[in-house]
């Protein structure tokens, strides 16, 4: 999976803990990623007509009593693979930060302290590796120079963040073991 700039595979990573009502993972986005992401209905079925399209999940029948049976959608193992691809990836800048560093965020967390302490790490190295060749880079005029230190000012400002971050993620676990 190449870089994306998009919070859509978040929709796998709640199928995670099982099967899932169209509907009803339209509620648990809109509950805990609301923030950050807003997901229309009928987007979020384009995109998971897609994912099936792709074998990342399938939909199964459900019976449901003297009801009509209820579709769910199920994660494959490619869907989980296409997952942990996406979960691996750094957000590049205030663009992808702002919603994809977020979402993915919200799945470190929820991994535990150790996948939240890895996730911050690896993302702090890449916004470093971003900043040092936003640094190198030459810029042709003044205008461009006024661009690139506002960047920098970004990145630096993002770095100072991740830290605080993870220094806080780990003060909040050292509180849970006393």
Sequence with gaps: ?????SPEPAL??????????????????????????????SQMYAILKEYETRGW????????????PRKMLKLTPAGQRAFDA?????ARGLREFRIDFFVRLYFARAAGRNALRQFL???????????????????ESAFGETVRD???AQLDTILKWLETCAESSARVHSKKVR
């Design 1 to 5: 999976m190449k870089a994306n700039i």
């Design 86 to 90: 996406w979960m691996k990836q750094s």
């Design 150 to 152: 506002f960047r920098l």
């Design 12 to 41: 796998l990573g709640f199928l995670q803990a099982g099967p899932l009502h169209g509907y009803d993972l339209h509620k648990q986005i809109t509950r805990q990623l609301g923030p950050v992401w807003r997901l229309g209905l």
């Design 121 to 139: 790490k690896q993302q702090s190295r890449a916004t470093a590796r971003e900043r040092a060749a936003l640094q190198a880079r030459a810029s």
């Design 57 to 68: 999940l399938e939909t199964i029948v459900v019976a449901s009593g003297g009801r009509p």
